[in-house]
């Protein structure tokens, strides 16, 4: 089955990215955590600080994303219908999209370079929001996976 293929694949760029990031937040040799930044290792619990100091939207070179994919386009305006009615997003996730690997949409950090052109341009061009307000993809995003809602949880 076809969808199959897609979730491996949504799961390998996933795993990829994760052993990306851990390589990336540890410090170089010699270095011992204190860098340009001066943050040290990984979660320094700024996240909702970095968020802000961020900007709306573009710059970065990581985003958190959650994501609705349906192969066919009726069912994804279907779940858009429900976005714009207000339904929490993590919500129509669950009850809509084709990408079970991941619960409520959620994709975690995602750094450039490891998604899909159209997913990754439409990622880094969206301001960060919250599940009760989203702002999201509207058109939908067509990939070669199918076509995604997307949102941005947060930036760094």
Known sequence: MPMEGVLKGLVRQL???RVQQQASEMPPKGKSGSGKAGKGGAASGSDSADKKAQGPKGGGNAVKVRHILCEKHGKIMEAMEKLKSGMRFNEVAAQYSEDKARQGGDLGWMTRGSMVG????????LPVSGLDKPVFTDPPVKTKFGYHIIMVEGRK
């Open 15 to 17: 795993e990829q990215f």
């Open 118 to 125: 159209p997913f990754q341009e439409a990622a880094f061009a």
